[in-house]
């Protein structure tokens, strides 16, 4: 049995999906419920689900504001920080200045430079827009820029909870099946401490170890159960 893209598979499509972040979910579920329209700086390490949180909130955005299908083109625009040039700095601040409920999303906002992020703090004053800013090194963000938005903090998700996860993503691939036996327990505890809080690296992880043959779909015999 192939075990396919594991992360991409399991790449959490609600807020509630998302691991080990209850404090987080809480706080943009209810920016969501007012109306999302405060500017948010995630921030937190890699694999923590800030990203994700943030292309979540787009289906969630058009939830609750009762809109039909998906934002139409032009509402929702996403950008990386590291990729941002002055020509594209000029097409977000053409894009603040449409009319109608925007949404912009800027991954790795620590990649922009001093002096984008100079113009930046501009245009986070738009009205009916909001931005997303998404940053793994918070240090890197200038003071200006916090202070135009509402920091959201991304912790490491604990060791017992990336467990867990690679657990119920073991049984539905049918990799193991319960009971579990005590060898596949700790081989999921051990990716789980590995992963030092990243959920996307222990899955990373985990696919390697079954492309390697070190997990392998089960059989009918407990016994054929292998790490």
Do not use: W
């Amino acid at each position: 049995m192939s075990a396919g893209s594991l992360p991409e598979k399991y790449r959490p499509q609600k807020l509630d999906e998302i691991v080990g972040q209850p404090q987080a979910v809480s706080i943009i579920k209810n920016l969501l419920e007012r109306g999302f329209s405060e500017n948010v700086l995630f921030c937190g390490p890699s694999g923590t689900g800030k990203t994700t949180a943030a292309k979540c909130i787009k289906e969630k955005f058009v939830e609750l504001t009762q809109r039909d299908g998906d934002l139409i083109d032009g509402d929702f625009h996403e950008y990386n920080g590291r990729e941002v040039t002055p020509e594209i700095l000029t097409r977000i601040k053409a894009f603040t200045e449409f009319s109608g409920r925007k949404i912009i999303l800027i991954d790795d906002a620590e990649g922009l430079s001093n002096l984008d992020q100079d113009r930046l703090r501009k245009y986070l004053e738009m009205p009916e827009t909001t931005f997303i800013l998404v940053c793994n090194e918070i240090s890197k963000i200038q003071l200006p820029i916090k202070s135009r938005c509402i920091e959201i903090e991304f912790i490491p998700v604990s060791d017992v909870e990336i467990a867990k996860k690679l657990k119920e993503i073991c049984l539905l691939e049918g990799f193991i099946s319960e009971p579990v036996s005590p060898e596949i327990e700790d081989l999921l505890k051990k990716l789980g401490q590995e992963a030092k809080g990243d959920v996307r690296k222990a899955i990373n992880k985990l696919q390697v170890y079954v492309k390697n043959g070190k997990l392998e779909p089960i059989s009918n015999s407990p016994s054929d159960v292998n790490d």
